[in-house]
């Protein structure tokens, strides 16, 4: 069996009801389409608004945003501060 986190995670999304992975991928479409330039030139105030505005929706629990290279470039909780 993988264990691979990458592959863990895949598993746990492709349980997920359809409608529930719908709105995950439209909540990723629209965060990447606010933070595509922001990202580019590491406008991380930029970046952490648009996170917010996503993170308002009551079904997101986390969210993250790495960098091309894989490093972490913001990451969000839902009741971390």
Not at 13 to 21: G, K, M, N
Not at 44 to 59: G, H, L, S
């Amino acid at each position: 069996m993988d264990n691979d986190p990458e592959t863990v995670r895949s598993r746990r999304i492709e349980a997920w009801p359809r409608t529930r992975r719908k709105k995950a991928e439209t909540n990723g479409m629209l965060a990447a389409g606010q933070v595509r330039t922001a990202i580019v030139f590491d406008d991380v105030e930029t970046i952490r608004e648009a996170v917010e505005a996503v993170a308002r929706d009551p079904n997101v629990d986390a969210l993250r945003l790495d960098r091309a290279e894989g490093s972490l470039l913001l990451a969000k909780r839902r009741g971390a501060h």
